[in-house]
């Protein structure tokens, strides 16, 4: 998959979504290589994650100013569910939920936050512009 689908270098951070599968790897909800590996296995760099990965319960991503969801939403729903009893509707029109791609538009400032410090650490430094995301910051 990453042989095919990967896309940049070193300052872009590829992210795949799959099903686990009992041979492939159930019980995960993800895994990633090292950042420190990419200069000696580049073809392997990325962050792969479970399509199915959600719930009440737990600590979640680490980054507090998203809502929790019992399950990821499909398609775009008319109306936001609200499917724990955590504050906040579920994040369905967030980039890491699995609407369909025209109904996700929406990072929270958290996970701007996350991603600019985990790239200051783990990616090539670069200048502050270059790491501005394309996306609406849902507060």
Wanted: glycine share 10%.
């Amino acid at each position: 998959m990453k042989l095919v689908l990967l896309v940049g270098g070193p300052c872009d951070l590829n992210i795949y979504s799959v099903g686990f599968n009992s041979e492939s790897g159930a019980g995960l909800l993800g895994y990633a290589t090292f950042p420190w590996d990419y200069t000696t296995n580049p073809k392997d760099d990325g962050v792969v994650i479970q399509y199915s990965t959600g719930g009440c319960a737990g600590s979640g991503d680490y980054v507090d100013d998203i809502p929790a969801e019992a399950m990821p939403a499909s398609g775009c729903p008319e109306t936001i569910p609200d499917t724990c009893s955590q504050s906040g509707v579920d994040p369905i029109h967030n980039y890491m939920d699995y609407t369909i791609d025209s109904c996700m538009w929406e990072f929270t400032r958290g996970q701007m936050n996350r991603t600019r410090s985990q790239m200051a650490v783990y990616r090539l430094k670069l200048p502050d512009s270059s790491l501005n995301i394309p996306a609406t910051v849902y507060e």
